[in-house]
């Protein structure tokens, strides 16, 4: 069975230029989250998407940040213009929702974004 | 708010040597206890999860007990492998049995030595 899939895996931009990443789930999995890993330190939810609605944006700073789940199915998160502090892993994680409740989360292997 | 403190690292131990990585949490209600594992280059993998106070969660020669009394998740490992060498997150979730919300720590990198 596939994992969650990223790309790119690598991406280098200079400042105020736009961005984007893409992940696709694991098949059958309902819920995705976008996570933000700066250096040293763990991941941090920027938006939670159950199926095609984004139930959790909280922490995503919408002045800059976008994302989507169109069909329910692989997401995209834009960053537009990217500033110096975005540098940082980009993590996407999908789980299972049933019943009411949420299943492990499965990470794939992030996007590394360098601004320069 | 909820939080996880790790031990800091780098933790550089010898093949065999006995492991521990320290874990303490703040958290409200009765959260979900995770311990997360990330290889060089790949994304992060559920190492082991206890969902309720005392539990022990094992897998791989790793386990951890969910200390509700002391709000701790200590990582340990008896005898460790060069291939342990990784990343090890601690985390919490929001809600019992629930994967919603997950906190994390910031992180020990393991290197173990041959």
């Known amino acids: 069975e596939a994992g969650v899939v990223q790309s790119p895996r690598y991406k280098i931009i200079e400042k105020k230029q736009p961005v984007a990443f893409w992940c696709n789930p694991i098949?059958?999995?309902?819920?995705l989250y976008w996570y933000r890993q700066n250096l040293g330190q763990g991941p941090e939810l920027l938006i939670r998407?159950?199926?095609?609605?984004?139930?959790?944006d909280s922490q995503l700073p919408k002045d800059r940040f976008s994302a989507e789940r169109l069909k329910g199915v692989d997401s995209t998160l834009k960053i537009q213009p990217a500033e110096l502090g975005d540098s940082a892993v980009y993590l996407c994680?999908?789980?299972?929702?049933?019943?009411?409740?949420?299943?492990?989360?499965?990470f794939g292997p992030g996007t590394r974004l360098t601004v320069t | 708010g909820n939080s996880v403190t790790q031990m800091e690292g780098p933790v550089t131990l010898s093949e065999e040597a006995f492991l521990t990585i320290n874990c303490t949490y703040t958290?409200?209600?009765?959260?979900?206890l995770f311990w997360y594992v990330q290889y060089p280059g790949e994304g992060l993998q559920l190492l082991l999860k206890?969902?309720?106070?005392?539990d022990k969660g094992s897998n791989k020669g790793f386990e951890a007990t969910y200390r509700k009394e002391t709000t701790s998740f200590h990582l340990e490992k008896g005898s460790v492998q060069v291939s342990d060498s990784a990343v090890y997150f601690c985390?919490?979730?929001?809600?019992?049995?629930?994967?919603?919300?997950?906190?994390f720590g910031s992180g020990t990198q393991l290197t173990v030595l041959p």
């Open positions: 994680a999908s789980s299972f929702r049933e019943s009411g409740r949420l299943y492990e989360q499965y």
């Open positions: 098949s059958g999995h309902n819920t």
């Open positions: 998407y159950e199926n095609e609605e984004a139930v959790d």
């Open positions: 958290a409200t209600g009765y959260p979900s």
């Open positions: 206890a969902t309720k106070a005392d």
């Open positions: 985390a919490l979730s929001d809600r019992t049995g629930s994967a919603r919300q997950l906190t």
